[in-house]
């Protein structure tokens, strides 16, 4: 069991937080978050990528010259992936990389990625974040009260927050998710986590969805 700190936007601890990793994710199974991970990273590659075969080239498909007689190798049409401004030989074509795991994985590897960052003591517990309007600068200003100035962080709140998402875009390193679109990817790829006392009860109860899509 994990007795976490407290704190509030100024930075000062103000009570603490029982919680055991193992409420979250009975194992870490580094195997299915790698899976998970590399799914994610998939469903992310735009996949438009295209070079033209030899029969998409403009030009003459007219043999260069006759086959023997010449003293010169003998050759193709001008198109031939052989010569410049032919097609290519061993082409690429536009796909579609995305694939997706089971349901039950995809939740499982997101409850395993934050149980990892309790563990690891990489998870800041924040009492509220409460804000009366968009303001960069308050966000900012708690960041550096509570350590995480300079340091890629993930802010997780109980519900979507427009206000404190239109606060934070702006900052370096700096995402915002609700408890509900949380996934292993969003998760590990930050050095910290701040997450408030509220979701963070989502997450212990296990009253959230892990989302399938990499945002």
Request: contains cysteine; aromatic residues 4%; proline residues 3%.
């Amino acid at each position: 069991m994990a007795s976490l700190p407290v704190y509030d936007m100024a930075g000062k601890e103000v009570g603490t937080y029982e919680i055991d990793s193992k409420d979250v994710a009975p194992l870490i199974n580094k195997k299915l978050l790698h899976d998970a991970v590399v799914m994610y990273q998939a469903n992310l590659r735009q996949g438009s990528h295209c070079a033209k075969p030899r029969s998409r080239v403009a030009g003459s498909t007219k043999k260069m010259y006759r086959q023997k007689g010449t003293g010169n190798a003998r050759a193709g049409s001008r198109r031939s992936n052989i010569r410049r401004g032919g097609g290519v030989g061993h082409t690429i074509e536009p796909r579609d990389y995305s694939y997706r795991l089971t349901k039950k994985a995809v939740k499982l590897a997101t409850r395993m990625a934050i149980a990892s960052k309790i563990a690891d003591n990489e998870l800041v517990v924040l009492d509220n974040l409460a804000l009366d309007a968009i303001k960069t600068k308050v966000v900012a200003g708690a960041l550096k009260s509570l350590g995480l100035d300079g340091v890629t962080t993930l802010i997780v709140t109980d519900q979507a927050d427009q206000t404190v998402y239109m606060s934070s875009r702006n900052l370096e390193g700096v995402s915002v998710s609700p408890v509900r679109e949380l996934n292993a990817l969003s998760v590990l790829k930050p050095r910290r986590m701040l997450v408030t006392k509220a979701a963070l009860d989502r997450i212990k109860d296990g009253s959230f969805a892990a989302s399938a899509a990499a945002v």
